[in-house]
């Protein structure tokens, strides 16, 4: 399965949530497909993409909040699975796109791979992670049409909702991304501004 294909199978679906990615290979497809000011892509703060939704999920409890993380990232903060299952905010989705390696950062190099693995290369379980932290609705997914069924159901219903998607280590063919850092941070919270329903499609 390929992260590119899960992405534009929900794209038309984030319209109207508020949508974080990880640094990476995922912020640079997500990109690709079209970006909006409703996407905020959290460069150089490894691991702490739900963290940012989850503070967004308590803020506007009414606004849907994806977030679009990585298993190195997951790793690297387990406890935020801890905390997102505490606090449970009904409104935010968890996708994690699980290849098994740090792609970003290596893995993607040729014959990386062997050596930017991830721990669920050897067995550690991301969905079984988050059960065990306390997140009812976790779930693995392989196929793409599984993951869309996941991903569009936990969108359209109000539980937390956390979706492992075992996807190939593959880079995006770029990692172009033509917005500043800083554009985007000012441009993403204009847009949570912006009363739920109303469509963004270009910058704020
Ligand atoms: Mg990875």
Do not use: K, S, T, V
């Given at each position: 399965m390929k992260r590119l294909a899960c992405l534009a199978s929900i794209y038309p679906e984030l319209e109207d949530c508020a949508v974080v990615t990880i640094m990476g290979a995922v912020a640079a497809e997500l990109y690709s497909l079209g970006h909006r000011?409703?996407?905020?892509?959290?460069?150089?703060?490894?691991?702490?993409a739900s963290s940012i939704g989850l503070g967004i999920a308590l803020a506007q409890p009414h606004r849907k909040v994806v977030v679009i993380d990585g298993d190195g990232s997951v790793l690297m903060n387990l406890g935020g699975l801890t905390t997102l299952a505490r606090s449970n905010p009904g409104n935010l989705v968890h996708i994690i796109f699980d290849n098994e390696t740090l792609l970003s950062v290596?893995?993607?190099?040729?014959?990386?791979y062997r050596w930017f693995t991830t721990a669920t290369a050897t067995g550690t379980d991301l969905a079984g992670v988050a059960k065990a932290a306390g997140i009812e609705r976790a779930q693995t997914v392989r196929e793409l049409d599984e993951f869309k069924a996941a991903a569009l159901a936990a969108i359209k219903h109000d539980r937390l909702t956390c979706i492992v998607a075992k996807v190939e280590a593959e880079m995006p063919t770029s990692f172009l991304m033509d917005v500043h850092m800083l554009e985007n941070r000012f441009e993403f919270p204009r847009a949570l501004?912006?009363?739920?329903?109303e469509r963004i499609k270009g910058g704020a």
């Open positions: 000011a409703n996407f905020f892509y959290l460069e150089h703060a490894m691991g702490l290596g893995g993607g190099a040729p014959g990386g501004q912006r009363p739920i329903g």
